[in-house]
């Protein structure tokens, strides 16, 4: 039996995300991960990071807010850009870059470059645009930005142009890929409202509370025993048509700085995870044995038993068979049997009369 058209389009945005973060055939020159406060990005990265050691790429950290002793893994080469002109950044990155008249072949080395933190640049959004595209030199080459909305953005002192878009529309236009991560005790909770109509909950900055927001840890809730992430990705294709699709992310158990492909973390579609799958409806007709459909999970008997049917069927309604007589077009027909008091009544008037 061939596979129905939802279970392809589930196949093939599954592989599109695998290949994704394996940077196969240039899936996408740019990527951009849109984290907050209630979950981070660190792992989508540190997972891009672990794919490419495998696949023996480059990779290239550029460092806003990071310290290089802080990284959780050891890049091939970190770039501080902290106080430098984007010029002189400029220069330094593409030293590192492949030339762009080498032409692209197969076992070229690919080339990973990982932005921590876009927040620094968007304060000039003139240069935003001509700085991230002038990073892609190469079709061997993968840009990686994380953007975190929830820190405001800074006003620009040297943009006078009121037509200028906003720095996050720009980034939301150049990207290719958009990863936004979620948490998911905070998504199971809204499915949870959701399910039983009910308003869902607000969490972070938007719930209003005040005092100081504390993340998870390690990511590990009751919910999340595993330190799963949900994950919505957003695909770019070269007509511009986009592929939209919410899946479940599940980091290794343990962090290593030699990884292998036992190491990798590992994606699944939204709906198959047991938490937020849709529940089974069962069909009575199909059912086979004591626990029919759903019968087997009343404390009740919703059956009769033959003596039941055979009275029902011994039941003879009232003025059943006036929907017999006439039929269609005989007229309003009132069909009314007097009783022995409507006799007695009847005979009083006669006599009256």
């Known amino acids: 039996m061939a596979p129905s058209p939802l279970q392809q389009r589930r196949t093939h945005n599954t592989l599109l995300f695998q290949k994704l973060l ?68 400029r220069r330094e990155i593409v030293a590192h870059l492949p030339s762009p008249t080498t032409p692209p072949s197969a076992s070229q080395q690919k080339t990973l470059l990982i932005i921590d933190n876009l927040h620094p640049l968007t304060s000039h959004p003139d240069h935003l645009s001509p700085f991230l595209s002038s990073l892609i030199i190469h079709p061997s080459i993968s840009l990686l930005c994380t953007h975190h909305l929830d ?24 990207a290719t890929a958009i990863l936004s991560p979620y948490n998911f005790t905070h998504e199971l909770a809204r499915k949870r409202a959701r399910d039983k109509s009910a308003r869902e909950p607000e969490f972070g900055i938007a719930e209003g509370k005040e005092g100081v927001i504390r993340g998870f840890g390690n990511g ?74 759903m019968e087997a999970d009343v404390t009740f008997n919703l059956g009769l038993t033959e003596k039941q049917k055979r009275d029902r069927e011994n039941v003879v309604l009232p003025y059943f068979d006036a929907q017999k007589e006439g039929g269609i077009g005989s007229g309003g027909k009132i069909l009314y049997e007097m009783g022995a008091e409507d006799r007695e009544d009847f005979d009083d008037e006669e006599d009256e009369i």
């Open 22 to 89: 394996n940077l196969r055939d240039g899936a996408s020159p740019f990527t951009l991960i849109l984290d907050s406060l209630e979950q981070s990005g660190r792992l989508l990265v540190r997972e891009f990071w672990r794919r490419a050691l495998i696949s023996k790429s480059k990779v290239i950290f550029i460092s806003f807010s990071t310290l290089q002793k802080r990284l959780p893994f050891t890049p091939d080469v970190f770039v501080s850009a902290h106080g430098k002109p984007l010029s002189q950044l």
């Open 151 to 174: 820190i405001p953005l800074p006003p620009s002192s040297t943009n006078t142009n009121p037509y200028t878009p906003n720095p996050l529309t720009t980034l939301l236009f150049l």
């Open 220 to 293: 590990h809730t009751p919910d999340a025993k595993n330190g799963e992430i949900v994950l919505t990705l957003e695909m770019r294709r070269k007509s511009g048509r986009g592929t939209r699709e919410t899946f479940i992310y599940t980091p290794p158990p343990h962090h290593t700085s030699s990884p292998t492909t036992k190491d990798l973390g590992t994606i699944q579609l939204l709906d198959e995870h047991p938490a937020f799958a849709a529940p089974e409806i069962w069909d009575n007709s199909t059912a086979t044995g004591e626990d029919e459909g």
